[in-house]
Antibody
Framework: QVLLAQSGVEMTKPGASVRVSCKASGYTFVSYAVIWVRQAPGQGLEWMGW????????IYAQKMQGRVSLTADKLTGSAFMDLRNLTSDDTGVYYC?????????????WGQGTLVTVFS | SYVLTQPPSLAVAPGKTATIICGGNDIGSQRVHWYQQKAGQAPVLVIS???DRPSGIPDRISGSKSGNTATLTISRVEAGDEADYYC???????????FGTGTKVTVL
């Protein structure tokens, strides 16, 4: 079955960087895009960007431009989200998820989420 | 940027119908998807392409669209339907995913 397994809890300080990984299984990794969504405590879903594991193309949310980098490793079937210059506003749960390459297609599978806490 | 607006909350008695609306400019031309998120869990797709139900989603849950509003309807509401619900579209102009503001459904 399709599974997106994310890395564990991260606790870090303001100004630091964090990397969250997402290992895909149960499907052909390069045949679907990987999107990243985050959720601050008690808040809604916020799209961060997406990556094509097939050719590495990325699109980032305007708000995240310059601070986030999405990468994918075809050999291991893993996607990565790097977020730099963290502030307390970046505290929340980060999800990776899968969608097909159609521009208006939905997300059909989600990872379990990774809690990132930024504290001084 | 494109905005999808939902009512923040909705309370409904068991057995009744919950109607969740999602408003956006020219949403009639968009493909709308709906997600259910229970407390402490990842979201789950419940309606795709305005009104399609993925496998495993009960037929009590349905979607529709008219004018500038998309609607998620949950019939014969059960305690297990208590969750946050989000609409979502792909904004072609900005090439950005857009999620609605979310609606918290409470079962009385």
């Amino acid at each position: 079955q399709v599974l997106l397994a994310q890395s564990g809890v991260e606790m870090t300080k303001p100004g630091a960087s964090v990397r969250v990984s997402c290992k895909a299984s149960g499907y052909t990794f390069v045949s679907y895009a990987v999107i990243w969504v985050r959720q601050a405590p008690g808040q809604g879903l916020e799209w961060m960007g997406w990556i094509s594991p097939y050719n590495g193309d990325t699109i980032y949310a305007q708000k995240m431009q310059g601070r986030v980098s999405l990468t994918a490793d075809k050999l291991t079937g893993s996607a990565f989200m790097d977020l730099r210059n963290l502030t307390s506003d970046d505290t929340g749960v980060y999800y990776c998820a899968r969608k097909d390459y159609g521009s208006g297609s939905p997300v059909d599978y989600w990872g379990q989420g990774t809690l990132v806490t930024v504290f001084s | 940027s494109y905005v999808l607006t939902q009512p923040p909350s909705l309370a409904v008695a068991p057995g009744k119908t919950a109607t969740i609306i999602c408003g956006g400019n020219d949403i009639g031309s968009q493909r709308v998807h709906w997600y259910q998120q229970k407390a402490g869990q990842a979201p789950v797709l419940v309606i795709s392409y305005d009104s399609d139900r993925p496998s495993g989603i009960p037929d009590r849950i349905s979607g529709s669209k008219s004018g500038n509003t998309a609607t998620l309807t949950i019939s014969r509401v059960e305690a297990g339907d208590e969750a946050d619900y989000y609409c979502q579209v792909w904004d072609l102009d900005s090439e950005h995913y857009v999620f609605g503001t979310g609606t918290k459904v409470t079962v009385l």
